[in-house]
């Protein structure tokens, strides 16, 4: 398995923290989350990382170039101008090889999902993508039907819709994205031409006519440190 480390965000939520650092280098409990992260893709078997960067990138170039990390660790250099997370991929895309699954996984999440259990139940399903979703309270929701097909998305306070199976769709199971996913290599060549865009209005677009599907995690551990109450949060409980 190879991975795709998103790690360019401005962090403007944690601004007493991002004022000087990127987001990827905020410390939990004497590591970094990229380190935390890293650390967690390689132990589930994950051979290569590509991680992009553009908020102080060359700290976390740096970071990354100063310790031996056990397997490669790749830089996709987003400085000149963040892409965003479909840009982000589509930029990143000539480092991966095309026989194995790319998980892609947010620098801000802290999980002890089986990834393992994510590649495998992607693989046997033959989707193109599969998004990792959750039971929790956000504002934004993706919906998927009885099959565990991608049907739409919801924005629970701006009312914006965008449904990909209208048939379905009224009677699918909201639910949250959990910022982790894993897709086929196959995905890099259905790109828009632009170079900024959102991975989210790709797969929309997408399941329209190919399988993308949801792996519900029930794991007992799951954080999202954006925000500053995430984040003391996690620093308690990881202290």
Do not use: C
């Not at 199971?173 to 060549?189: D, Y």
């Amino acid at each position: 398995m190879q991975a795709m480390l998103f790690a360019a965000g401005l962090g403007t939520r944690l601004q007493n923290e991002t004022a000087s650092k990127p987001k990827a280098l905020v410390q939990i409990g004497g590591k970094t989350l990229l380190e935390r992260a890293i650390d967690k893709l390689k132990a589930e078997g994950v051979q290569k990382i590509v991680v992009n960067v553009h908020h102080f990138a060359g700290l976390i170039i740096d970071f990354i170039e100063s310790k031996d990390w056990g397997i490669p660790v790749l830089i996709s250099n987003e400085s000149e101008k963040l892409l965003e997370t479909g840009g982000g991929l589509k930029k990143a895309g000539s480092f991966f090889s095309d026989d194995s699954p790319i998980l892609i996984y947010n620098v801000d999440i802290l999980s002890n999902i089986d990834l393992n259990d994510l590649k495998r139940t992607h693989l046997n399903s033959g989707a193109l993508a599969t998004l990792v979703v959750r039971k929790r309270e956000t504002q934004r929701y993706f919906k998927f039907d009885e099959e565990k097909n991608l049907v739409g998305w919801l924005n629970k306070k701006t009312g914006e819709t965008i449904i990909a199976k209208p048939d379905t769709f009224e009677t699918a199971t909201e639910i949250a994205f959990s910022g982790i996913h894993i897709v086929q290599p196959e995905l890099l060549k259905l790109m828009p031409d632009e170079d900024r865009f959102s991975i989210v209005k790709v797969y929309l677009e997408l399941a329209k006519t190919r399988n993308i599907k949801a792996y519900f995690d029930t794991s007992d551990s799951w954080i999202d440190v954006g925000k500053p109450e995430q984040l003391a949060e996690a620093r308690a409980r990881f202290k």
